[in-house]
């Protein structure tokens, strides 16, 4: 008697860890391990040892790894956060259950590719022209003629390419305000607030010339499908509350160059 009564009180221990959401009635554990995964993409993700990776979330920081950091938070969910190559990162999280990826913009040919929480940031699609430059565009349709650097696995440029545009791809997208200023590339397309950062904090380039404003998305946390959905229901619930509350209110701003 006494062993089935141990037993039981052992099983309604072991039941406290189990929290239910709804959304199903879906049991997830509260002690699931989330790996979470980030670009080094200032000022939404960066690095704060000033390397293109980083192992876990205090060397990382940027619009989107705070409001990241702030919805975790409210959840209790163990997690890691690392920061890897954008193209290396895209692809390891498919598949594997419990994994996420941010700053993503959430896109038409991207939907059925993950479970989505957010919107956390907008970014704007622009094209950089090198400093004095002279290139004017009244749309997109006139960038044709033009070589524009782009990276690999990035939106932006991936969607310049199914649209036949001429780009020039790099593991990277660091490298790109240099190529501007050697002639490599006539553009470089790229979030608005990212190009001027970049290219001043890692090439010392400034006066990058934004030429044309063609696009705006909303980026997401975006998990992979294999994820439990009531984990993406409550890592939803938890943002909201971080919005609701104010902590995530004046992020963007603060983070925007001087004149933006």
């Known amino acids: 008697m006494k062993s089935l009564v141990a037993g039981a009180l052992r099983n309604a221990a072991l039941g406290s860890l189990l929290v239910l959401l709804s959304g199903g009635g879906a049991l997830v554990n509260a002690s699931e391990r989330l790996y979470i995964f980030t670009e080094n993409y200032p000022p939404y993700n960066q690095s704060a040892t000033g390397k293109g990776f980083a192992h876990n979330e205090d060397d990382i920081t940027g619009i989107c790894s705070e409001m990241v950091k702030a919805m975790l938070a409210r959840v209790d969910y163990d997690y890691v956060m ?12 498919q598949g594997r259950e419990n994994h996420g990826l941010f700053c993503t913009a959430r896109t038409e040919q991207r939907e059925s590719q993950f479970q989505w929480v957010g919107p ?13 430059s002279d290139i004017t565009l009244d749309s997109l349709e006139d960038a044709k003629g033009y070589r524009i650097a782009g990276y690999k696995g990035d939106v932006m440029s991936d969607y ?59 980026m997401y946390l975006a998990l992979s499908n294999e994820t439990n959905p009531a984990i993406v229901t409550a890592l939803q619930g938890a943002l909201d509350e971080a919005r609701r509350s104010g902590e995530l209110d004046g992020l963007v701003s603060r983070s925007a160059p001087p004149g933006e």
Do not use: C
Not at 84 to 91: E, K, L, N
Not at 120 to 132: E, K, R, S, V, Y
Not at 188 to 207: K, N
């Open 82 to 93: 690392k920061m890897r190559d954008w193209s290396y990162a895209y692809d390891w999280v």
């Open 120 to 132: 956390l940031a907008p970014i704007q699609w622009t094209l950089f022209a090198a400093p004095g």
């Open 160 to 218: 310049l390419v199914r649209q036949g545009f001429d780009v020039v791809m790099s593991i990277s997208g660091d490298v790109n305000p240099r190529r501007l200023t050697l002639g490599e590339a006539d553009l470089w397309v790229t979030d608005g607030l990212v190009g001027p950062l970049v290219a001043e904090q890692e090439h010392g380039i400034s006066g990058l010339v934004p030429v044309l404003v063609f696009r705006e998305t909303p």
